[in-house]
């Protein structure tokens, strides 16, 4: 009688150590799995900002795109401009246009602009010319904005009679100087800031 007591005994404790060691081997499957789920998510979070960024890039790549085509993004292209000035003053029959274009800086504007990691630059430019009305500024102005140049903000302009009377002639009565500024973005050096 007492081996049946033994074995039963021995059983029970078979029977604990099984359940044990079953209840053990859960929490484990259970820590695993709650690790792997953690992993997914994060996988998963990760997918869906490569995705927003794969979105928000074909959002902006055509902008970015005409900025770059225009000069704006990038190195500054005072060929162009001096070209467009060249052709501007052919294309309108102006009266010729000096310029001077100053040293490239980066600018310091009197209001805040979100320019994110780009440097903005400015490229100082003064331009004098003589005009045979007011017209002929606008027209200059007009003509370098639809030229698809690299942006430009216009400073100061200061116009003046010459002391020819030429109302009835073809011949220019105001002298006019403008001072403006070239803007160019550019990504910052890697390793400066």
Not at 29 to 52: P, Y
Not at 178 to 186: G, M, P
Request: glycine letters at 6%; hydrophobic letters at 45%; one cysteine or more.
């Amino acid at each position: 009688m007492r081996r049946p007591l033994l074995m039963a005994g021995i059983l029970a404790c078979a029977m604990l150590l099984l359940l044990s060691y079953s209840d053990h081997q859960s929490i484990r499957a259970r820590l695993a799995m709650q690790a792997q789920q953690s992993r997914q998510a994060r996988a998963q979070e990760n997918l869906q900002g490569s995705a927003d960024e794969r979105n928000l890039i074909f959002q902006y790549l055509p902008l970015y795109l005409k900025l770059l085509d225009r000069g704006f993004i990038g190195e500054e292209r005072r060929i162009d401009w001096i070209d467009a000035l060249r052709n501007i003053n052919a294309q309108h029959k102006l009266f010729g246009i000096n310029y001077h274009i100053g040293a490239q800086e980066l600018c310091n504007l009197p209001f805040k602009l979100a320019t994110g990691r780009f440097l903005l630059h400015c490229s100082s430019m003064k331009i004098e010319m003589p005009l045979l009305h007011e017209g002929d500024l606008l027209t200059l102005i007009g003509a370098l904005d639809n030229d698809q140049l690299a942006p430009f903000m216009l400073r100061d302009c200061v116009m003046a009679r010459t002391n020819v009377a030429a109302i009835d002639r073809l011949e220019p009565s105001l002298n006019v100087s403008c001072e403006l500024d070239w803007l160019t973005a550019t990504e910052p050096v890697r390793g400066k800031s």
